[in-house]
Antibody, heavy 127, light 107 residues
Framework: EVQLLESGGGLIQPGGSLTLSCAASGFTFSNFDMTWVRQAPGKGLEWLSVITASGAATYYADSVKGRFTISRDNLGNTVYLHLSSLRAEDTATYYC????????????????????WGQGTMVIVSS | AIQMTQSPSSLSASVGDKVTITCRASQDISHDLGWYQKKPGKAPNLLIYGASSLQSGVPSRFSGSGSGTDFTLTINNLQPEDFATYYCLQDYNYPRTFGQGTKVETK
């Protein structure tokens, strides 16, 4: 069974740091880009970051660039998100997701989408 | 970053209704759009990729259309389990961006 399991969330003081982990199983982890998304209480989904399959490239939302760092361990089938300089507005449930490439035979195009998601881990930033 | 604008932000519907949600991109994103369903306390669920392709296992009452800047998610014959919040997500470039969501509530 394809599965993603996040961990590492908790209560952290403003200005603090935390590392979230996402353990993958049931698929060849090293073949897929991996993404982090969050949802603050009562708010919508926010895309945060992606790391390519090899780990060679990373991309971030402007809201977290310079504060969050994505990384991965392809031998350990785990993707990480290091959160630093945390603010109250970073309080959210954080989800990891697998990126899948779909080939459309009709158009000959490839499309990308997040087909597998973890259950989320909650981060609360509060003094 | 590309801005994604969804409308409406919420709607009320009954079981059996047809529901239409729209998503507009701030620039041409071709067919690079997905639709996701989100229920409280649950992980997001991929419904549609490539603007109109149905993800495996998703009921055929869900459909997507559009290209360029204007996209639509349609739910035919709304079922009780479809009351949720729906999000579009552009995968044209990075950073990816979600629409603000559309909450489908019981009338």
């Amino acid at each position: 069974e394809v599965q993603l399991l996040e961990s590492g969330g908790g209560l952290i003081q403003p200005g603090g740091s935390l590392t979230l982990s996402c353990a993958a199983s049931g698929f060849t982890f090293s073949n897929f880009d991996m993404t982090w998304v969050r949802q603050a209480p009562g708010k919508g989904l926010e895309w945060l970051s992606v790391i390519t399959a090899s780990g060679a490239a990373t991309y971030y939302a402007d809201s977290v660039k310079g504060r969050f760092t994505i990384s991965r361990d392809n031998l350990g089938n785990t993707v990480y998100l290091h959160l630093s300089s945390l603010r109250a507005e970073d309080t959210a449930t954080y989800y990891c997701a697998k990126d899948n490439d779909y080939y459309d035979h009709r158009s000959g195009s490839y499309y990308d989408a997040n087909d597998v998601w973890g259950q989320g881990t909650m981060v609360i930033v509060s003094s | 970053a590309i801005q994604m604008t969804q409308s409406p932000s919420s709607l009320s519907a009954s079981v059996g209704d047809k529901v239409t949600i729209t998503c507009r991109a701030s620039q041409d994103i071709s067919h690079d759009l997905g639709w996701y369903q989100k229920k409280p306390g649950k992980a997001p669920n991929l419904l549609i990729y490539g603007a109109s392709s149905l993800q495996s296992g998703v009921p055929s009452r869900f459909s997507g259309s559009g290209s360029g800047t204007d996209f639509t998610l349609t739910i035919n014959n709304l079922q009780p389990e479809d009351f949720a919040t729906y999000y579009c997500l552009q995968d044209y470039n990075y950073p990816r961006t979600f629409g603000q969501g559309t909450k489908v509530e019981t009338k």
